[in-house]
């Protein structure tokens, strides 16, 4: 292994390291809603997928060795991103508006059962309901 490798960190023994952190943190977000304090469970899964993003990012990527153009291009995606989200959210995040046609309702227990007691009526008439008796 040469010199100029151990120095950017392409090493073996870097890579599996990086891998062991990983992991640990995958096992720190699995475990941590188990919990159930929400708000900590939130900034911990929040917090664990910024530091495993920015790991894969910069190690796995390389981008810690590239120019630094980079990293900016990268930020300055991740802003329009964000302004995109905040621009559009909201108008797609409201359920109701004019000429606004949603096309997800989640049923309420009455809307539920409504349902249910129209698709099953007659279901206790017998077995020879609507047959023709054949």
């Not at 900034?43 to 920015?54: D, N, R, S, Y």
Request: charged share 20%; glycine share 8%.
């Amino acid at each position: 292994m040469s010199n100029s490798e151990e120095h950017h960190g392409h090493s073996a023994k870097h890579y599996v390291k990086i891998y062991w952190i990983l992991l640990a943190m995958l096992g720190v977000s699995i475990v941590g809603p188990e919990i159930g304090i929400k708000w900590l469970t939130l900034i911990t899964a929040f917090g664990i997928a910024l530091v495993k993003a920015w790991m894969v990012c910069a190690y796995f990527m390389h981008l810690n060795i590239e120019k630094k153009i980079a990293w900016y291009t990268l930020a300055a995606t991740l802003l329009l991103l964000l302004v995109f989200f905040t621009g559009v959210a909201p108008d797609v995040m409201k359920p109701e508006g004019q000429n606004w046609k949603s096309l997800y309702h989640e049923q309420t227990r009455e809307e539920w059962d409504a349902e249910y007691d129209a698709a099953h009526h007659g279901d206790d008439h017998g077995d020879d309901h609507g047959d023709g008796g054949h």
